[in-house]
């Protein structure tokens, strides 16, 4: 008995020096960017340099360089608002992520200034903006500024979290294909679309902002939405929904847009539900025909003190928006 309660204690012990030489392994390492005095003088070399799981952290200063990363790591500023990375190629993203199924953290950042108005390699995701993503990958923004757009695309998985984003002339967020977004205390503005989406897209917006676009919500194709929590206002559209999109608009304030508030479109359907819709051109509109069938549901609204409450809007609907 006392041999074999040895052997247990001892295969016991070497498990446990086996689970704990794992966890030592997994941990990673932080390299350090600056100007000066650094390990690394830019961030493509420590990034290139690193391995899974390590921390890129970035000093104070202006970089002017194009970031390529595909494996998992984090890039950091060490300094919130005092790391700029400015392009240098033209045609090519400030920050490009994938193709492979990793997890990549940007935080910390400005993005800003991608050269040139026409894409390098398009299908590669090579296009001058702020962040371009292709593949599989994992992607998380946080407390970022970017000037120039997001373009998440194919099956990328990404989370946007207390970020700034304008837009230059198109969107500043882009998401297509089958990617999932979720866009969380942020601020969009600037842009000809705020947020766009196409294809078979799942989009999340909570607790943002959306101001001083064209279109500040625009959901194409069959996308998939949840809208909650929001301000979306001083836009020329507020929210819009076209195609066979769907989208739950839940708890937002849609207020002193130019245009309509909320906009359906083709056979786009949803809910609506306990959002202020005030001060806008309409408050809720339908546009062409087909939209007269849509599967709209909703009520608890407050849409009042628009310039025109409803826009083809039949009043069976009309009345169930507004129902406590």
């Not at 400005?110 to 994992?138: F, H, M, Q, W, Y």
């Not at 923004?141 to 990404?158: C, P």
Request: charged residues 25%; hydrophobic residues 35%; neutral net charge.
């Amino acid at each position: 008995m006392k041999t074999l309660t040895r052997e247990r204690t001892f295969s016991l012990a070497i498990s446990l020096l086996l689970v704990l030489s794992l966890s030592v392994t997994t941990v990673g390492v932080t390299h350090e960017v600056s100007k000066e005095g650094s390990e690394f003088g830019s961030i493509q070399t420590a990034i290139d340099a690193a391995n899974s799981g390590d921390i890129v952290q970035v000093r104070e200063g202006t970089y002017k360089e194009n970031l390529v990363i595909n494996k998992n790591l984090t890039i950091r500023g060490a300094k919130p608002a005092k790391v700029k990375v400015a392009g240098s190629k033209e045609g090519h993203p400030i920050v490009k992520v994938g193709p492979s199924d990793v997890g990549v953290t940007i935080e910390g950042l400005i993005l800003k200034d991608a050269k040139g108005v026409r894409c390098e390699e398009r299908d590669k995701g090579v296009c001058p903006n702020g962040i371009s993503t292709i593949g599989r990958p994992k992607l998380t923004v946080k407390s970022t500024v970017v000037e120039g757009n997001i373009y998440i695309r194919d099956s990328v998985s990404a989370e946007i979290i207390d970020s700034r984003v304008s837009g230059k002339e198109w969107s500043a967020i882009w998401v297509g294909d089958s990617a999932d977004i979720t866009i969380t205390e942020s601020f969009v503005s600037g842009a000809t679309n705020g947020i766009r989406t196409a294809d078979s897209a799942k989009l999340m917006i909570k607790n943002s902002e959306l101001q001083e676009n064209e279109y500040a919500v625009r959901i194409q194709n069959s996308t998939r939405a949840t809208i909650q929590g929001n301000i979306v206002k001083s836009n020329d559209y507020g929210i819009w929904l076209g195609g066979l999109s769907w989208a739950s608009i839940e708890g937002n304030d849609i207020l002193k847009n130019a245009g309509p508030g909320i906009q359906l479109r083709d056979t786009a359907g949803g809910r609506v539900i306990d959002n202020t819709i005030r001060k806008n051109e309409t408050g809720v509109e339908f546009y062409m025909l087909e939209a007269l069938t849509v599967n709209l549901k909703g009520s608890g609204n407050d849409i009042t003190d628009n310039d025109s409450n409803f826009e083809n809007v039949p009043e069976r609907i009309q009345s169930k928006l507004s129902s406590e």
